[in-house]
């Protein structure tokens, strides 16, 4: 009982980082592209 409720909350936990981490990396992709078209608006 103790066990799968310690793994239902590790899993949680790992849930909520992935999350995170998704939100992280599209903000960057997001910036990068503003970045190049604004680069490629300059030329």
């Known amino acids: ?3 799968t409720s310690s793994s239902k909350l ?6 909520r980082c992935s999350r995170h981490i998704r939100q992280q990396r ?3 992709y997001i910036i ?6 604004l ?5």
Not at 10 to 15: T, V
Not at 32 to 37: A, E, F, I, Q, S
Not at 39 to 43: I, T, V
């Open 32 to 37: 990068w592209r503003c970045t190049v078209l």
């Open 1 to 3: 009982m103790k066990s």
């Open 26 to 28: 599209t903000r960057l």
């Open 10 to 15: 590790r899993s949680n936990s790992l849930e």
């Open 39 to 43: 680069l490629c608006w300059h030329d």
